[in-house]
């Protein structure tokens, strides 16, 4: 099993002109650590499950991934996940492709229908029915991947989504993988199933994750797609700088581990996420161990 990091907070200690330097030293650990993904949300305002209000520090994902690209070499960077009602899909594809290529190839297409209304409401962003956001969801994967085939730079007529020309220059240095983020049982597993390279879903428990995997299989069956190709992600919770806390966080890990999860995405919620980072690197080898042995 891999770690990777999310970062959704930044109230960073030292105040606004000290959060430049703390996302690189983020960087900098995440990579030392051996994590293998790192990433921020797709919000404008800051959310209410963090604790914290609405008017909290909060930067733009693209932009901060961008920064972070010119601080990492290796790490994977992606938003999880991008609201398809932020951007439209053509802009979209090309703001993670030229990600992918300042960054040598690291850029990951996270994406989900969107569910913040409160934000749509406040910046102006049309809010459609959740039906119609998982329309448009679809037909932007669609767009994604043929906006990422040089082969096909023509014209793409959807219900929602027409576009003229699909040309993306230059390509992506690596096609960004696509994660699907979320665990709706009728819609989100059969999009993961038909376009996603990966999936990632609440570490609520290991029946609950067993279950949705569970129907993520029967979705690929429908479709004829192998299960085994989708790699699975949690989003995980219980890892604090301390050895004691380790040892818990690794013991639930194996659990997800047997169940095939590939990769545990963690959140600092500190002032001082760099320093969170490397109090919690010890973590990575023993969940790698948790991979061989399941190999």
């Known amino acids: 099993m891999?770690?990777?990091?999310?970062?959704?907070?930044?109230?960073?200690?030292?105040?606004?002109?000290?959060?430049?330097?703390?996302?690189?030293r983020v960087g900098t650990a995440a990579e030392a650590s051996g994590a293998v993904w790192l990433s921020f949300m797709d919000h404008?305002?800051?959310?209410?499950?963090?604790?914290?209000?609405?008017?909290?520090?909060?930067l733009?994902?693209?932009?901060?991934?961008?920064?972070?690209?010119?601080?990492?070499?290796?790490?994977?960077?992606?938003?999880?996940?991008?609201?398809?009602?932020?951007?439209?899909?053509?802009?979209?594809a090309k703001t993670v492709t030229t990600l992918d290529v300042l960054s040598g190839g690291r850029a990951a297409l996270g994406i989900g229908a969107a569910w913040f209304e409160r934000e749509h409401l406040g910046l102006g962003v049309p809010y459609p029915p959740v039906a119609e956001r998982f329309e448009r969801l679809e037909e932007t994967l669609r767009i994604c991947g043929q906006m990422w085939d040089a082969e096909n730079?023509?014209?793409?007529?959807?219900r929602h989504y027409q576009l003229a020309e699909?040309?993306?220059?230059?390509?992506?240095?690596?096609?960004?993988?696509?994660?699907?983020?979320?665990?709706?049982?009728r819609k989100t597993l059969r999009?993961?199933?038909?376009?996603?390279?990966?999936?990632?879903?609440?570490?609520?428990?290991?029946?609950?994750?067993?279950?949705?995997?569970?129907?993520?299989?029967?979705?690929?069956?429908?479709?004829?797609?192998?299960?085994?190709?989708?790699?699975?992600?949690?989003?995980?919770?219980?890892?604090?700088?301390?050895?004691a806390a380790h040892d818990a966080f690794v013991r639930t890990m194996a659990d997800y581990a047997e169940l095939g999860v590939h990769t545990a995405i963690v959140t600092p919620t500190t002032g001082s996420p760099a320093a969170w980072i490397d109090g919690v690197a010890p973590v990575v080898p023993r969940l790698a161990e948790l991979g061989a042995a399941r190999s």
């Open 44 to 58: 404008f305002f800051q959310i209410e499950q963090t604790g914290l209000p609405a008017e909290s520090n909060m």
């Open 191 to 243: 999009l993961v199933a038909q376009y996603g390279d990966a999936c990632n879903l609440f570490a609520s428990s290991t029946e609950e994750v067993r279950h949705k995997l569970d129907v993520l299989r029967r979705h690929c069956d429908d479709v004829g797609r192998d299960y085994d190709e989708i790699r699975k992600t949690i989003l995980a919770s219980g890892l604090e700088p301390d050895s």
């Open 153 to 158: 730079n023509g014209s793409f007529e959807g």
């Open 2 to 24: 891999e770690l990777g990091f999310h970062l959704p907070i930044f109230d960073i200690d030292g105040g606004t002109s000290a959060i430049a330097g703390e996302l690189a």
């Open 60 to 92: 733009e994902g693209y932009t901060a991934l961008g920064f972070l690209a010119a601080h990492t070499t290796t790490i994977e960077l992606g938003l999880l996940v991008t609201g398809v009602t932020y951007r439209h899909p053509g802009l979209l």
């Open 166 to 185: 699909t040309i993306c220059a230059p390509q992506p240095i690596h096609r960004p993988k696509v994660l699907i983020g979320g665990g709706g049982e």
